[in-house]
């Protein structure tokens, strides 16, 4: 398990729990919004000893705080990239802490079979966009790349689906950014998911260096306002009933 680094604590990443969290870098997507360009655009091969170095102290951080803790956040990136996140689990699972996972949900498989084991407690799923906006969401507007995420969005769906399956606690989280989220894509989102469960929308935040900056830098993103969110929010209300807002 290779990490690229990790917050010894956080009272806002675990709905409820004091909890550490940890990153690991690499993933599928190139979203033009993504703020960790440095965690994304990693190259899996560098600082391999260096990512495997940092688990071991992480966790032997926690074996330290196991009782001051309640849960580990697992996030990226995408986690579920990492090859050996089972035996991480595990270990971290081994002091009886709770797990959080954030992923973009595109190794359903993966998902599936960590639920089952029992080593994920609470799952937060990025919702990117509705099918047909999914592409240019997510950075892969070439026709191969508008293939690709074809298959990436059915992998996501899987995801949810083995969610809504599961019994373990999640919710769904999306980042909303005006040139991608104007309101009838959002509206076609809570409709094309028939989403009943927690949905979080958080607004697009400018805060250094995005994915865009190097794969598009010609790009305008913008974010909306306070008072724009809670309108889109009242006008989602009407079809996904627990549509939340977090700052």
């Known amino acids: 398990m290779r990490l690229v680094g990790y917050t010894k604590l956080t009272l806002q990443d675990y709905p409820g729990y004091v909890a550490a969290m940890c990153f690991t870098g690499g993933c599928q997507l190139r979203c033009p919004y993504c703020h960790n360009p440095q965690l994304v655009l990693l190259d899996e091969q560098n600082n391999s000893v260096d990512g495997e170095e940092i688990a071991m102290t992480f966790l032997s951080y926690l074996e330290q705080r196991r009782l001051q803790l309640d849960g580990v956040v697992i996030s990226g990136g995408e986690p579920l990239m990492q090859q050996d996140i089972e035996d991480f689990l595990r270990k971290i699972k081994g002091l009886g802490l709770a797990v959080k996972l954030d992923t973009n949900g595109l190794l359903s498989g993966k998902l599936e079979e960590l639920i089952g084991y029992g080593l994920v407690d609470y799952v937060s799923l990025d919702y990117k966009s509705c099918k047909e906006q999914f592409a240019q969401t997510v950075g892969l507007c070439s026709p ?12 996501w769906r899987a995801s949810l689906e083995c969610l809504r399956k599961a019994h ?80």
């Open 144 to 155: 191969e790349g508008r293939s690709i995420a074809g298959i990436y969005y059915n992998y």
């Open 168 to 247: 373990i606690s999640y919710e769904l989280r999306t980042t909303v950014v005006q040139e991608l989220h104007p309101i009838n894509v959002l509206v076609r989102m809570a409709e094309e998911a028939d989403i009943l469960e927690s949905w979080f929308l958080q607004s697009f935040m400018k805060k250094g260096l995005l994915i865009c900056d190097y794969t598009n830098p010609k790009a305008t993103l913008t974010a909306y306002s306070n008072e724009e969110m809670q309108e889109i929010k009242q006008e989602l209300l009407k079809i996904a009933p627990c549509t939340k807002l977090r700052a």
